[in-house]
């Protein structure tokens, strides 16, 4: 069975992956002139596996008033006032209970665990390095009551074999001696000996290149996407304005970008763009090995080889830049402040960056099938993409089988045609 995948990052090159392992031909196709170059490239470099909490929490309520007043550094809120956007934020306000968070949470720390499984099995068959370490993560906490909530939260990871140990400041220096130069105060960490670090820009390279050495899939790059290819309740490809691509199966990982195309069809998916940043600097005096989150101040700090991936906030603004270079200057202050020896932050080339990530009501991905014959989703993976990619990628594929196996034995292959490349749903 053919199938384009549209979207070459992390998500859809790993959805094609399975795709491809499971025995079909596979068309990538993107828009980008190269893999990995939007929510991808230069993200805060986390796989974090115990860590999966939603933002649609009853304690994300309590921000509301600073929210209103501007007064949160972390998280911006302007975005243009849609209709689309009223949908998504009633359906997130629907889910800031407590039942709603703890389901969450859980759906996709089961995801994590598998998706870590995943990755492991997968290095050994890539044999090159995307700056991957078994690096262990802290989070420090600046309250007794966020304490407290770590310790609930661990407890149900326990269940599902996940170490997300609370400890004290002393027993988290012991652990990671660079954060002795941070300015706290801190009342304690969580650790997590089992959550790693990777480039996904480099992964997804890496993999791509795999995938048209080793199953001949086809990248067309960029190629603009105006549309899909529909005959009654069925998707037969993918319109670009290169010419159009027939496809017995179309699977869409545009991120924040799949709305917009799926609307084109008739279906409705609750995604919103929320903007995060990064900054990539050379090593300060004392560069953690572990990976470090700042909980109250929101911001990452991960070393991927000889440079410390910097990266943090969440800004509602749609699809808006303009405040980029503000919201990048903060962040910086911001890490320069908490984590003076961390890294080189008078460095001018700081490889400055902002994404898109693809946010959905409760936090989960969309995976699955659509109301349309041969229409597939694997998107609003939020700020777990790298995380949960590659589970959800099998989950995909799985979804999938069904369609396939019904494609395979009641219709013949459909003949494809490719431009020239360059280098829970509702209705």
């Given at each position: 069975m053919h199938?384009?995948?549209?979207?070459?990052?992390?998500v859809?090159v790993?959805?094609?992956?399975y795709?491809a392992?499971?025995?079909?031909d596979?068309?990538?196709?993107d828009q980008?002139a190269?893999v990995?170059?939007?929510?991808?490239a230069?993200n805060?470099?986390?796989?974090s596996?115990?860590y999966?909490?939603?933002?649609?929490?009853?304690?994300?309520?309590l921000?509301l008033?600073g929210l209103?007043?501007g007064t949160?550094?972390?998280?911006q809120?302007?975005?243009?006032?849609t209709?689309?956007?009223?949908r998504w934020g009633l359906?997130?306000l629907g889910?800031?209970?407590?039942?709603?968070a703890?389901?969450s949470?859980?759906?996709?720390?089961?995801l994590?665990v598998?998706s870590?499984?995943?990755?492991?099995?997968?290095?050994?068959?890539?044999r090159?390095?995307f700056?991957?370490?078994?690096?262990?993560?802290?989070?420090?906490?600046s309250?007794?009551?966020?304490l407290d909530?770590?310790r609930?939260?661990s407890?149900v990871?326990?269940?599902?074999?996940?170490?997300?140990?609370?400890?004290?400041f002393e027993?988290?220096?012991?652990i990671?001696?660079?954060?002795g130069a941070?300015q706290g105060?801190?009342?304690?960490?969580?650790?997590?000996p089992?959550?790693d670090?990777g480039d996904?820009?480099e992964?997804?390279?890496?993999?791509?290149?795999r995938?048209?050495?080793?199953h001949?899939?086809?990248f067309m790059?960029?190629?603009?996407?105006?549309?899909l290819?529909?005959?009654?309740?069925?998707i037969?490809?993918?319109?670009?304005?290169?010419?159009d691509?027939?496809?017995?199966?179309?699977?869409v990982?545009l991120g924040a970008?799949?709305?917009?195309l799926?609307?084109k069809?008739?279906i409705?998916i609750?995604?919103?763009p929320v903007r995060g940043?990064?900054?990539?600097?050379?090593?300060?005096?004392?560069?953690p090995s572990?990976?470090?989150?700042?909980y109250?101040r929101?911001?990452?700090m991960g070393?991927l080889?000889?440079k410390?991936?910097?990266?943090?906030?969440?800004?509602?603004v749609g699809f808006a830049t303009?405040?980029?270079a503000a919201?990048?200057?903060?962040?910086l202050d911001?890490?320069?402040?908490?984590?003076?020896e961390?890294?080189d932050?008078g460095?001018?080339?700081?490889?400055a960056w902002g994404?898109?990530?693809?946010?959905?009501?409760?936090g989960?991905?969309?995976v699955g099938?659509?109301r349309?014959?041969?229409?597939?989703?694997?998107?609003?993976h939020g700020?777990?993409?790298w995380?949960?990619?590659?589970a959800?990628?099998e989950q995909?594929v799985?979804?999938?089988?069904p369609?396939a196996?019904s494609y395979?034995?009641d219709?013949?292959?459909?003949?494809?045609?490719?431009?020239?490349?360059s280098?829970?749903i509702?209705?």
């Amino acid at each position: 069975m053919h199938v384009a995948v549209l979207g070459a990052g992390v998500v859809g090159v790993t959805t094609a992956h399975y795709l491809a392992e499971a025995g079909h031909d596979v068309t990538i196709i993107d828009q980008a002139a190269a893999v990995a170059r939007e929510c991808s490239a230069a993200n805060g470099a986390q796989l974090s596996y115990s860590y999966t909490e939603v933002m649609a929490s009853p304690s994300f309520l309590l921000k509301l008033p600073g929210l209103a007043a501007g007064t949160d550094a972390a998280i911006q809120v302007r975005p243009p006032l849609t209709m689309d956007l009223v949908r998504w934020g009633l359906g997130f306000l629907g889910k800031c209970t407590r039942r709603s968070a703890a389901a969450s949470t859980r759906a996709n720390l089961e995801l994590a665990v598998r998706s870590a499984q995943l990755l492991r099995d997968l290095r050994n068959e890539l044999r090159a390095d995307f700056h991957y370490r078994q690096a262990g993560k802290l989070i420090l906490l600046s309250t007794d009551r966020e304490l407290d909530d770590a310790r609930r939260a661990s407890e149900v990871k326990a269940e599902l074999g996940v170490r997300a140990n609370v400890v004290s400041f002393e027993e988290a220096l012991e652990i990671e001696p660079a954060i002795g130069a941070m300015q706290g105060p801190y009342a304690g960490a969580v650790y997590s000996p089992g959550d790693d670090i990777g480039d996904s820009a480099e992964f997804s390279e890496l993999l791509a290149e795999r995938l048209e050495q080793k199953h001949g899939a086809r990248f067309m790059l960029g190629a603009v996407i105006t549309g899909l290819i529909r005959e009654r309740d069925a998707i037969l490809g993918v319109r670009t304005a290169s010419g159009d691509i027939e496809a017995d199966a179309v699977v869409v990982c545009l991120g924040a970008w799949s709305p917009a195309l799926l609307g084109k069809v008739g279906i409705r998916i609750l995604v919103t763009p929320v903007r995060g940043y990064s900054l990539t600097l050379p090593p300060g005096r004392t560069m953690p090995s572990a990976s470090v989150t700042d909980y109250g101040r929101r911001f990452v700090m991960g070393r991927l080889g000889e440079k410390m991936r910097i990266a943090g906030y969440a800004d509602f603004v749609g699809f808006a830049t303009r405040k980029d270079a503000a919201r990048l200057a903060q962040l910086l202050d911001t890490a320069r402040t908490a984590a003076p020896e961390a890294a080189d932050y008078g460095c001018a080339d700081n490889h400055a960056w902002g994404g898109y990530r693809p946010m959905t009501p409760d936090g989960r991905p969309i995976v699955g099938p659509t109301r349309l014959d041969g229409l597939f989703v694997n998107t609003g993976h939020g700020t777990l993409g790298w995380t949960l990619a590659l589970a959800s990628a099998e989950q995909l594929v799985d979804a999938m089988a069904p369609y396939a196996h019904s494609y395979r034995k009641d219709r013949t292959a459909a003949p494809v045609t490719t431009a020239a490349p360059s280098s829970s749903i509702s209705t």
